[in-house]
């Protein structure tokens, strides 16, 4: 077992930079623009999705207490990674130092874990609100709420800080290392230590299969207990509405992460491409945490109501 803490085994002056995207002057600006405002978006979007919750009685219960969790955490997951990633897009590569790099990946890695944790709780509570209806109240308390989330980003927590603390025991040869990545991700840190790394590819592999391959199958068994409730709803308006504002949206968004989370961590390393990968975390770092409060929105009458209600009682206390 791994001591609870991070071991650093270099000297403190090894350091690694990111791969540039692109080294035309044009194409920096565009696409510091373009992942700004992505940023901008990501932080108004899951803000507004925290603060209706917060404020309207109505959506005090289970489904949305999970939901403005979620968002809370693609803030903080997208805020690890864009600030860093944009000041290295414009002018010369930036260092990070090693403690630094671990403690990116440590937060980047613990986030992200919990949000597929979270992702198979709030399939759990949908279940429970459909197959069992009567008893939902009873079942999902605030209590039990809490202590799965806490529990979420427990397991999340100590998968993270074991896995970090094996990766950084090892040796990184030479002053300067450039990562084929914009952030300290496990595979392209991986890459570039000088030692072998069989073993630590195994303990990878398992923390995927535990964060990844275990959630998505419990979503996927909720799923089809679900599919199979709404199926004997009689009016084809009920299920067709059923479906949408229970199944739906949650499922577009667990495609979207466990999918590419599995093309980059639970794909062979002989498959895989380091540009590739790169594309991909695009995907999880930007595209994921944009659709969630779009799909919630747009998609949940109740969110759509509350936050329209929200806007105009604002707005009319602003103009007495």
């Given amino acids: ?32 623009f373009l992942f700004l405002l992505l940023y901008f978006m990501i932080l108004c979007g899951n803000t507004a999705i925290i603060w209706v919750v917060c404020t309207r009685s109505t959506l005090r219960t289970p489904m949305y207490f ?17 600030p860093l990633m944009l000041s290295n897009i414009l002018g010369a590569q930036k260092t990070i130092s090693l403690a630094g790099c671990g403690a990116q990946m440590f937060f980047f890695v613990t986030l992200g874990s919990t949000d597929c944790f979270l992702l198979a709780i709030m399939a759990y509570d949908r279940y429970v609100a459909i197959c069992h209806p009567l008893h939902y109240t009873l079942i999902m308390t605030r209590k039990l709420c809490a202590q799965m989330l806490v529990g979420a980003l427990g397991l999340a927590l100590f998968l993270s800080l074991q896995l970090t603390a094996l990766i950084f025991t090892l040796p990184f040869c030479g002053h300067r290392q450039e990562i084929n990545h914009f952030l300290c991700d496990v595979p392209p840190v991986l890459r570039l230590a000088c030692a072998d790394i069989h073993v630590h590819q195994a303990v990878l592999y398992v923390v995927g299969i535990l964060v990844l391959t ?23 308006e009920g299920r067709r509405r059923a479906f949408s504002t229970c199944c739906s949206s949650h499922l577009t968004v667990v495609l979207l992460q466990y999918g590419c989370c599995s093309l980059v961590y639970l794909r062979p390393r002989s498959s895989t491409s380091e540009d590739e990968d790169r594309q991909i975390a695009l995907v999880y770092t930007f595209v994921t945490p944009l659709l969630n409060p779009l799909i919630y929105t747009l998609r949940n009458k109740d969110v759509k109501d509350a936050l329209r209600n929200a806007i105009i009682h604002k707005a009319a206390s602003d103009a007495n």
């Fill in 1 to 32: 077992m791994l001591v609870g803490k991070l071991v650093f085994n270099q000297s403190d002056r090894t350091e690694f930079v990111f791969r540039v995207f692109t080294t035309v002057t044009e194409f920096q600006v565009l696409l510091f």
């Fill in 214 to 236: 275990i959630p998505f199958l419990l979503i996927c068994v909720s799923y089809v207990f679900i599919t199979c409730a709404i199926l004997r709803i009689r009016s084809a």
């Fill in 66 to 82: 999970f939901l403005s969790n979620l968002s809370f955490l693609e803030i903080c997951y997208t805020t690890v990674v864009v």
